[in-house]
């Protein structure tokens, strides 16, 4: 018997789906992120942040744009592929009713 607050685990289905979402998306994110600072600034992002050769703004800004661009890119496709994954689910329960009406 499960309590009105209780919140329901998602399905295995969906918690390899949205781990494979999530990486592919974050690969692809990164690897356009690093592009596009290449094309901006003209040097390429920095290999190791942590190092003093690499100048405080250029690490700053570079872990902005990579963390900011990234999560947004998982967020939207993480939310999409969820709609998407929902949509497909309710194939079978709207044909079931179909078939008992």
């Known amino acids: ?3 009105s607050d209780e919140v329901e685990k998602p399905d295995m289905a969906w918690r390899l789906i949205g781990a494979v979402v999530a990486l592919g998306v974050g690969y692809g994110a990164r690897k356009a992120i690093e592009y596009g600072w290449q094309k901006t600034t003209g040097k390429k992002p920095p290999a190791d942040p942590n190092s003093l050769e690499t100048g405080l703004a250029e690490a700053i800004g570079f872990a902005v744009v990579l963390g900011v661009g990234m999560e ?20 079978p329960e709207k044909a079931e009713r179909l078939v008992k009406a």
Do not use: N
Not at 72 to 91: D, E, G, N, P, S
């Open 1 to 3: 018997m499960a309590k």
């Open 72 to 91: 947004v890119a998982r967020i939207v496709a993480t939310r999409t592929a969820h709609k998407r994954y929902k949509a497909w689910k309710a194939i």
